[in-house]
């Protein structure tokens, strides 16, 4: 058996963190789950977001984290005590997941949806989704750090849609 520490030693050197793109591209080592976060806009618009950052942050109390560009145009939607939810998309929502990745005047143009009781809209037919409110915001570096706070979530059996290495991915389930 061949240790960590073994394989370690006969990889490449690590590099420094300055080249952006290589730097991109082995965080896409990581794989993770891909989500649609959807807000209410200003006036009547619908915001909504694919983002892949988002992780569990606490359970008491209950807290998720997840990041967005600084360049992002919905960048206002996410402000401390606004509402927002995390819809955990699943597999076969590939083009979903792309139509919110997308500039767009109407994301939601096609889309089934419906508003909660704080006009946030939650997509139909994914695997999860966590109603929270924006608890606290940071920004660091080129992104906005957003913590919210659950409020109420649900769901449900499937198979979740996975991102690594810059392409969507099945997960395949390994014999014991």
């Known amino acids: 058996m ?16 300055m080249d952006t793109r290589a730097l991109r591209n082995a965080m896409g080592h990581f794989a993770t789950g891909v989500t649609v976060v959807t807000a209410p806009g200003e006036g009547n618009a619908l915001v909504g977001i694919t983002a892949n950052s988002f ?12 990041s967005l560009s600084l360049n992002s145009p919905s960048l206002a939607a996410f ?9 955990v998309l699943c ?28 006009q946030v809209p939650l997509l139909a037919h994914t695997l999860a989704q966590f109603e929270c409110e924006v608890a606290f915001t940071r920004c660091l570096g080129d992104h906005l750090l957003i913590v919210g706070r659950v409020q109420a979530f649900r769901c449900q059996e499937g198979e979740p849609m996975l991102f690594f290495k810059g392409q969507f991915k099945t997960l395949e389930a390994v014999p014991a």
């Open 2 to 17: 061949t240790s960590a520490t073994t394989l370690l030693k006969a990889e490449q050197p690590l590099q420094p963190a």
């Open 55 to 66: 992780s569990s942050l606490s359970l008491e109390p209950p807290l998720i984290l997840w």
């Open 91 to 118: 597999q076969g929502q590939e083009d979903l997941a792309m139509q919110f990745a997308r500039a767009s005047d109407d994301k939601f143009s096609g889309v089934e949806y419906h508003l909660n009781q704080r």
């Open 79 to 87: 402000q401390e005590g606004q509402p927002f939810a995390v819809n």
